[in-house]
């Protein structure tokens, strides 16, 4: 059964660090993955889609990648923003004709001015 | 393009009153999904629809109902509503390559 994880959950830091957020997986048997940005109180934003066959995407200061040999994706946010401070979801989609997302619990991501 | 359009977007009940969920989106999606969100316990899926007609249980269907009422509509129904099931609902659907796109969210609280 198909498990996915985040760690940490909660991550405070300054402004402009660069940081590293992680997402793993216990099957690797994966179609895809997507990372999710939520803001409190509001919907999920997707950010990211990598399918099985890729190693990474990039989206402006967003850089998400795919280790599926060791279940492990990262996705790296570049000089952060008190803007970026929202929970970061990570969920995986199974290889084959399974069409749900298997969800982590996400990072909580506070960037401090 | 609105995206996924979820109402209403608060709801109070009580305990045994019932109420639908509506949920339509204009990306032209064959899958619908309805999701509930709880604090420590993550997204959890409770019915999806992979194309218009068909719908199947997610991991806690009971005590809901679903309607794929077209291409663009997928409604949550609460016949009972209980307190367990407050929570927020998220209505999503998805495109090729398995993008999945969410509306914006119904908070309810079942008294």
């Known amino acids: 059964k198909q498990e996915v994880t985040q760690i940490p959950a909660a991550l405070s830091v300054p402004e402009g660090e660069n940081l590293v957020l992680n997402c793993s997986f216990t099957d690797s048997a994966i179609y895809n993955l997507q990372w999710f940005r939520q803001d409190p109180g509001k919907g999920l934003t997707s950010l990211l889609l990598?399918?099985?066959s890729q190693r990474e995407q990039t989206s402006g200061r967003l850089n998400a990648s795919l280790d599926k040999s060791s279940g492990r994706s990262t996705l790296y946010i570049a000089a952060s923003q008190p803007g970026d401070s929202a929970t970061y979801l990570c969920a995986v989609r199974g290889a084959g004709n399974n069409r749900k997302l298997i969800w982590g619990l996400g990072t909580s991501l506070a960037v401090n001015p | 393009n609105a995206g996924v359009t979820q109402t209403p977007k608060f709801q109070v009940l009580k305990t045994g009153q019932s109420m639908t969920l509506q949920c339509a989106q204009d990306?032209?999606?064959?899958?619908m999904y309805w999701y509930r969100q709880d604090p420590g316990m993550g997204l959890r899926l409770i019915y999806y629809s992979a194309s218009e007609g068909t719908t199947d249980k997610g991991e806690v269907p009971n005590g809901y109902n679903v309607s794929r009422l077209n291409k663009r509509e997928f409604s949550l129904r609460l016949e009972s509503a209980a307190p367990s099931q407050t929570s927020v609902y998220f209505c999503?659907?998805?495109?090729?390559?398995?993008?999945?796109?969410f509306g914006p969210g119904t908070r309810l609280t079942v008294l």
């Open positions: 999503a659907s998805t495109r090729e390559r398995n993008e999945q796109f």
């Open positions: 990306m032209n999606h064959n899958s």
């Open positions: 990598i399918q099985s």
